[in-house]
């Protein structure tokens, strides 16, 4: 893409009336052809590399970016002249060129900027440059008057020595302010290895100009402003670069192979001037040395990056280590080689996750301690708007003068021993940070070392998210492992509850199902039963037929024991009652009997006394679930057909009628059934049972019991109360079979099986 910047173009504009001079001047060359096609291409390739990038951030500076451009102006200017003759005009051209590249070069080093962050910052001055232009202000005017006025105003030897000063001076400036930036800003990410790197560049060339000059490789005049113009050009291209880095890897690089090829070239070339006559064997020893120290200027290098390499050696072998597959031996291993790296006594490094608020650190003998830790919000904040969210205890140090929260932060981590932190992210997110140990260091981590501790910190983010994955996994299990205890502890005691709630109905129902077989030693007796039982296993619904003064409740027991629900409650429902004809108690979903006695079975006692309309919601709102036993003086069907009983009642029951056998036909069994009620009743009188004769038995034998079980109930009880002895004889039954109907009702009202039981 072509800029359309107006700079641009002039700057275009004066270099092609440079170059067409040089044609102009030289027609029969190709060289000034060359220039014409080769500078504008040149200026341009210059002019798009110092602009901005079109795409992601861009932290340098637009002025030193303007700076930068004039510079690539200043240093195709400064050689275009160079392909044709000497001539005032063109010396002229020259150190302009030479001018605008030196004084834009001091421009672009002040105004080197930052990577971000909120270390202190430095006010950039201009002052360098102005000096600059100051010194190249009078070899540009000498120049210029003797391109004016030919070789009669002055001569070629004056702006010679006013240009080698105004290089050297230049450079001199350059290598000022370099050293200034560097020691001013040295807190700011990224600017000491630009600031050093052109430090560096500009004595590099200071040097190899100077040498070069004193073993008359080339006249001064010649060769010192080119190295003006190498260190132009060098300082502005470090003042730029957008990967600090990779300045200070470059640098180190060059300086190395310079330091060892410097000597070796310099004695080669004296060696050549004094014994030309073995020019060749010079040559061929000085180009073995020199591979020799291309072999040996990496290691040189290494040795002269910060803290002599030791600690991007330590985080390099960390990165590698948190690279483990398991996400906690990865924190560990790599705790483990920070420690090992950095030296055990220098502190532990530390990586705190904050989602479990706890620290993990690991020991001289490798083994891994986790306490709980806590990072201060506000530090993690600040790290947070770091660009890299790492920050250096010397940063915060050279910040806590003017900014006093900061001291807080210094302090919790001088407390730890620590040197740096960064923040550890996964996925963005922040998941912990780590401390890297302070071991004796007192200057800030150069950006190579920021990169190694970010590219280690984001493995170890990626680590401490698979390792709280892991945990959160463990938690979820354990609680799921924990729930379903509960759960199978809770299940264990509600089948218990229920297995006792079952027995408890059982004993109930049995306790009831007793009176039912006392005594049914008979046939009659023994048929019933199997009647009973037979009805009670089809779970459907039931007609117990009560006779006068029989109890139909024993036989809807004994019915429930044998049927499916027979761990269920069996509830007792009197038709007779008051209470039990109000519609509402029955569609009262707390209080309706068909709601309480759902799962188990429903006796009703006295069925056809309930009104039509209970009777009805009875019939209609049956479920499957719940058995029902009605006691009727007849079959459901005869009774519903007189209209005694509803019909949607009467349809639940069909055929299905239990017939208790009446006492008549118990004769067999009339002797057990006496002596049974004795036993209870002198059990409560007296404490102990009574006996029965045989006469008083033959005389029960012989009476009909239209009263069926009340009556004997109380015939038994009123003998036994007019008897004295132990034994109930004869003439004790006969005045209780005696006694006018009245006190007869009396006595039925009183006995001990007369009372029927209600929910």
């Known amino acids: 893409m072509i800029p359309r910047e107006r700079a641009f173009w002039t700057a275009q504009a004066v270099l092609l009336y440079v170059c067409a001079a040089v044609v102009r001047a030289e027609p029969a060359t190709a060289r000034g052809w060359l220039g014409v096609v080769l500078a504008p291409v040149v200026l341009y390739g210059g002019w798009r590399w110092a602009s901005a990038p079109q795409f992601g951030a861009d932290w340098i500076d637009a002025t030193a970016r303007r700076a930068a451009q004039f ?25 302009l060129g030479l001018a605008i590249a030196s004084t ?72 000022v302010a370099s050293w200034r930036v560097f020691a001013a800003r040295r807190f700011e990410l990224g600017v000491p290895e630009r600031a050093a790197a052109a430090l560096w560049l500009a004595v590099v060339c200071l040097a190899l100009g100077t040498l070069a000059s004193l073993m008359e490789v080339a006249p001064p005049e010649r060769i010192v402003p080119i190295s003006a113009l190498f260190a132009a050009a ?13 300045v200070a890897r470059v640098l180190r690089l060059a300086a190395s192979a310079t330091m060892l090829a410097t000597p070796l070239m310099s004695v080669a070339v004296l060696a050549a001037y004094k014994a030309p006559t073995h020019a060749g064997l010079i040559v061929f020893v000085a180009t073995a040395c020199a591979v ?14 910060p803290e002599r390499g030791r600690w991007l050696r330590v985080l390099e072998h960390a990165t590698l280590a948190a690279k483990a597959p398991d996400p906690r031996q990865a924190v560990v291993l790599a705790l483990v080689a920070i420690r090992d790296g950095l030296g055990a006594d220098e502190g532990p490094a530390a990586l705190h996750r904050f989602a479990t608020a706890d620290r993990w650190t690991v020991d001289r003998a490798g083994y891994l301690h986790i306490e709980p830790g806590l990072v201060p919000l506000p ?9 890299e969210r790492i920050v250096c205890v010397e940063v915060l140090r050279a910040l806590e003068v003017r900014q006093s929260e900061v001291r807080a932060w210094v302090s919790w981590l001088d407390e730890r021993r620590a040197g740096a932190a960064a923040l550890v992210l996964d996925d963005d997110i922040p998941v912990g940070m780590l401390l890297l140990p302070a071991a004796g260091r007192v200057t800030p981590l150069a950006f ?91 779970d459907e619904p039931l007609v117990v037929l009560q006779r006068p003064g029989g109890d139909a409740l024993p036989w809807a027991a004994v019915a429930h024991l044998a049927s499916s629900r027979q761990g269920s409650l069996l509830l007792v429902v009197d038709g007779s009652r008051r209470e039990e004809h109000i519609l509402e108690r029955w569609t009262d ?49 005869e009774m519903a057909a007189r209209g005694e009983l509803d019909p949607h009642l009467a349809v639940l029951f069909g055929e299905r009628i239990l017939t208790p056998p009446a006492l008549e036909d118990r004769s067999e069994d009339l002797r057990a059934l006496a002596l049974h009620e004795l036993a209870r009743i002198g059990s409560r009188l007296r404490g102990k049972a009574f006996g029965l004769s045989l006469e008083a038995l033959r005389r029960l034998g012989e009476h009909d019991w239209p009263g069926n079980e009340a009556e004997l109930s109380s015939v038994v009880l009123r003998a036994a109360l007019a008897t004295e002895g132990d034994v109930v004889g004869d003439d004790a039954v006969s005045a209780a079979m005696n006694e006018p109907g009245e006190r007869m009702l009396l006595d039925l009202d009183a006995g001990l099986h007369g009372t029927e039981s209600g929910p």
């Open 292 to 305: 020799g120290s291309g072999i040996l200027a990496p290691r040189v290098a290494e040795r002269m990056a």
């Open 448 to 538: 190579e070392e920021v990169c190694a501790f970010r590219k280690l910190a984001d493995h170890l983010g990626v680590a401490t998210g698979a390792e709280a994955l892991l945990d959160r996994s463990r938690e979820r299990a354990l609680e799921v492992e924990r729930d379903r205890g509960h759960a199978v502890h809770e299940v264990r005691e509600l089948r218990e509850q229920l297995a006792r709630s079952a027995n408890r109905h059982r004993a109930s129902a049995a306790f009831l199902a007793d009176r039912a077989r006392v005594g049914a030693y008979g046939p009659a007796a023994q048929m019933a039963l199997t009647v009973a039982e037979r009805l009670g296993e089809q």
């Open 379 to 387: 530090l993690v904040e600040r790290v947070a708007l770091e660009p």
């Open 104 to 175: 834009s070069a001091p421009l672009c080093i002040s105004r080197i900027a930052a990577l971000g962050g909120h270390a202190t910052k430095l006010e950039h001055r201009g002052d360098a440059a102005i000096a600059t232009a100051f010194l190249w202000s009078g070899a540009v005017g000498l120049a210029a008057f003797r391109a004016l006025a030919g070789d009669a105003g002055v001569d070629a030897l004056t702006v010679d020595y006013a240009v080698v000063a105004a290089a050297l001076g230049s450079i001199g400036i350059a290598i």
């Open 589 to 637: 979903g707390a209080r309706s009997p068909l709601e309480l006695g759902r799962g188990g079975t429903l006796v009703i006692l006295d069925a056809q006394a309930l009104p039509r309309h209970v009777q009805r919601l009875i019939g209609t709102s049956r479920r499957g679930d719940t058995g029902i036993i009605v006691a009727l003086p007849a079959a459901a069907s």
């Open 71 to 95: 510079v690539a102006l200043g240093v195709v200017m400064a050689l275009v002249p160079e392909l044709a003759m000497a001539s005032p005009g063109f010396v002229a051209a020259r150190v």
């Open 234 to 246: 060098a300082a502005a291209g470090c003042s730029i670069s957008q990967n600090p880095a990779l």
